[in-house]
């Protein structure tokens, strides 16, 4: 009889293990290992990797990680799968959209790659993945180095000691099942795509280190100072500079970090007048660089104020989807969205209901767009489920983490229609807490409930956010318009009422309707009602309507959907405008137009 190996030892044992997941479950890829990023140099890992679907998670069952490269004819055994040969996928990419049988699929899919690499000396080396949907295992020559919870956010993990001089192999292992402990948890009206959807690279930096950044306008100033957080390690000292300013400031490390108020007086960033500077740190050896703009967002009682001046949101919500693409966003995609937006007359935008590409905000710094930013605590969560809270905070805390310097992101929004239990409250407002801990320069907001018996916003979450935020289908799912204003005069709301959400389906193929629900005439119908309503009340802020672009979820299986929330302003293809676009261009424009008469008056 041929000698087995361990690993075929433990294959057979692994067929009546039903916890093969918890040793590959530590979650210890979290914003504690993020670095950040700057425009540090990287190595793309992008490309073709290899690639196979696991249902069975029989990968971390029989430790398909840790076979040895070896061609088929030297193997000591039979295996189940080939890490190192066969079928190849681009990265980043989502499954579902390159075959069809795998446009269903949820579960585990493995990735395999080689990486030829010859370590310098006094040299660190971090993997970065942008982001995988939504648990991401990573596998270096056979060992395990950890795993990301959330789907929507990136990850960091050194490898400085795993790498081997020469060729190495990576591997990660992603799940995308829905469970009810995930954050959202199984039921959304968005599709639950798969896969390594964001680019992946390799990260050099010195020994010393800048693990964080964070520069803003002190809200507590006149305008005239900067607040800077510094966090390194190798390092006492930190410099900031910002040579358009004539900033060069010597910040003192103290275990790590440093923080300084440096006197400046800055242009202001706001839509009219996107300006950003040029900002680079360093600490010992290592130095990074950024663009950012300096601005303030504040809640006075029922008003916004930026920088110091009334704010009416112009807004449009945005997912990230792609008929073609799936959720793989592209620079030109984003330059679209953003000029479909502009044309519009927008000057805000709601990235709907997770964190978007780090891109998408970059560019919305650039292009004078003010941006809500959310995680997707969307519908039902297990809000009494204390690691779905950490999970919850730590997507949070990287979004934060990641995105923080960037004056177009005004609000962060912690939550979407979710039901108000008691673990609820406690959840949320322990996640506006921690917002407003990391960051002081925003807004918090959520979609808030409506009681429709009452025609009264009722929500306990309402008193500890900055913004409420009203997702409201008036012509839609709720046909009596009249009880809109009625909502808000019962609610007499003393702050802020953003209507993140309103809007109604247009099936504009072939296929779709000439007149009623679903055709295009009756969704411009439903936007001027919405508009018309909306303009005179007027602690209503803002709207962000739903949607820009039509987009994909399972849920919608209707004669009109097949498969696609249809409320886009655009079609699907982003090209091709329904008339309520004009619609809500029009009453855009003559709220901007107003805005200026303001300001010119005063
Ligand atoms: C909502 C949700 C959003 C849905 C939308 C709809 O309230 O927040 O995710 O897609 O309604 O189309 O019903």
């Not at 249902?55 to 076979?67: E, V």
């Amino acid at each position: 009889m041929l000698e087995r190996s361990e690993l075929a030892e433990n294959a057979l044992q692994a067929l009546h293990d039903e916890d093969y997941d918890r040793p590959f479950n530590p979650q210890n890829l979290n914003h504690t290992t993020m670095i950040f990023m700057g425009d540090r140099e990287q190595v793309s890992l992008n490309g073709d990797w290899n690639f196979c679907v696991d249902l069975l998670d029989t990968g971390l069952r029989q430790k398909w990680f840790a076979m040895e490269p070896a061609a088929p004819e030297d193997r000591d055994e039979p295996w189940d799968y080939d890490p190192y040969m066969g079928e190849t996928v681009p990265v980043p990419s989502c499954w579902q959209m390159l075959k069809e049988k795998w446009y269903f699929f949820e579960g585990s899919a493995w990735y395999t790659r080689a990486v030829d690499f010859s370590p310098k000396p006094g040299k660190r080396t971090f993997l970065r993945v942008g982001a995988a949907q939504y648990d991401c295992k990573v596998f270096l020559n056979g060992a395990f180095i950890g795993n990301h919870y959330g789907g929507s956010t990136p990850f960091f993990a050194e490898l400085t000691d795993q790498l081997k001089d020469g060729r190495n192999w990576l591997m990660l292992c992603v799940n995308n099942v829905r469970t009810t402990d995930r954050v959202p948890m199984r039921n959304t009206d968005w599709f639950n795509y798969g896969g390594v959807y964001r680019e992946v690279s390799l990260v050099e930096t010195p020994e010393s280190l800048i693990r964080d950044f964070f520069i803003y306008l002190d809200p507590e100033s006149r305008n005239n100072a900067l607040r800077v957080h510094v966090e390194a390690e190798g390092a006492d000292t930190a410099t900031v500079s910002i040579p358009e300013l004539g900033i060069k400031e010597n910040i003192p490390l103290t275990d790590g970090k440093g923080e300084s108020v440096i006197e400046a007086g800055p242009i202001l960033w706001s839509p009219d007048k996107p300006k950003l500077y040029d900002v680079t740190v360093m600490a010992g050896q290592d130095r990074v660089n950024d663009r950012v703009g300096f601005r303030t967002i504040v809640r006075k009682g029922r008003e916004l104020l930026l920088n110091g001046k009334p704010l009416w949101l112009r807004g449009i919500s945005v997912h990230e989807d792609d008929a073609k693409l799936g959720k793989v966003v592209t620079e030109d995609d984003l330059r679209r969205r953003y000029a479909d937006a502009k044309e519009m007359g927008c000057n805000f935008v709601r990235l709907a209901h997770y964190p978007h590409h780090e891109r998408a905000v970059e560019l919305a710094d650039e292009a004078g767009l003010l941006v809500w930013a959310e995680i997707p605590v969307y519908w039902a969560i297990d809000f009494a489920n204390p690691a779905t809270e950490r999970d919850a905070r730590n997507q949070l805390m990287e979004l934060i983490r990641r995105d923080r310097n960037r004056a177009s992101v005004v609000i962060w929004s912690v939550g979407n229609e979710n039901a108000d239990t008691d673990a609820r409250l406690a959840f949320m407002k322990g996640l506006a807490e921690t917002a407003r801990a990391e960051d002081p320069t925003r807004l918090i907001a959520a979609a808030c409930l409506v009681n429709h018996a009452k025609l009264k916003i009722e929500d306990r979450l309402a008193a500890h956010l900055d913004i409420i935020g009203i997702n409201e289908y008036y012509g839609w799912y709720d046909e009596d318009f009249s009880e809109l204003p009625k909502i808000l005069a019962n609610s007499r709301p003393d702050r802020p009422v953003v209507i993140s959400e309103t809007g109604a389906d247009a099936d504009i193929t072939e296929k779709g309707p000439k007149a009623g629900l679903f055709s295009e005439d009756y969704q411009a119908e439903v936007y001027e009602r919405q508009i018309s309503t909306l303009r005179d009340l007027d602690f209503v802020k803002g709207m962000s309507p739903w949607i820009l672009y039509d987009f994909r979820t399972e849920r919608r299986q209707g004669i009109f959907q097949r498969g696609f929330n249809r409320k886009g302003l655009v079609a699907a293809d982003k090209v091709t405008r329904k008339k309520s676009f004009a619609v809500l261009q029009e009453f855009y424009r003559a709220v901007a137009a107003e805005e200026v008469e303001e300001w010119e008056k005063q």
